[in-house]
């Protein structure tokens, strides 16, 4: 007899719509799940590999690691699995970029000073050419 083995997200999935039929709000909070990363612990911790140069700034290692890395300095390559930028900066991807996240993902962005969206302000002509109207 051969068993038929279903993936675990088609049995959630199964699970869900039939939980669905019968309390519209049981899987609500299955969907709103957050991922939390796993503790820094100190056996983790002694298995990270020593600091080869002194840093300005140290950060921990992207994603959910727990070694220490050099932050990226204004003007590094950054991305998404790269090291943060250092305090102040944000990586940006380059500002004529036609696939900005993917060039984030690809490490291909640029640590820069954050700026801040709120206090921009944009000449008449910025404005015409974001919002397609003309500006008199």
Not at 16 to 23: D, H, K, N, R
Not at 64 to 77: S, Y
């Amino acid at each position: 007899m051969t068993k038929v083995r279903t993936p675990p997200t088609m049995l959630w999935f199964t699970g869900c719509s039939l939980l669905l039929l019968s309390a519209p709000f049981a899987c609500a909070s299955l969907s709103e799940m957050v991922f939390r990363c796993p503790g820094c612990t100190a056996e983790r911790q002694a298995l990270c590999p020593q600091l080869a140069e002194p840093c300005a700034e140290m950060v921990r290692e992207p994603g959910c690691g727990c070694c220490p890395v050099c932050a990226r300095q204004e003007g590094e390559a950054c991305g998404v699995y790269t090291p943060r930028c250092s305090t102040g900066l944000r990586c940006y991807p380059t500002p004529d970029s036609e696939l900005p996240l993917e060039q984030l993902v690809q490490g291909q962005g640029q640590c820069r000073r954050k700026v801040d969206t709120e206090t921009v302000t944009y000449s008449p002509e910025q404005r015409e050419h974001s919002s397609g109207q003309s500006v008199h």
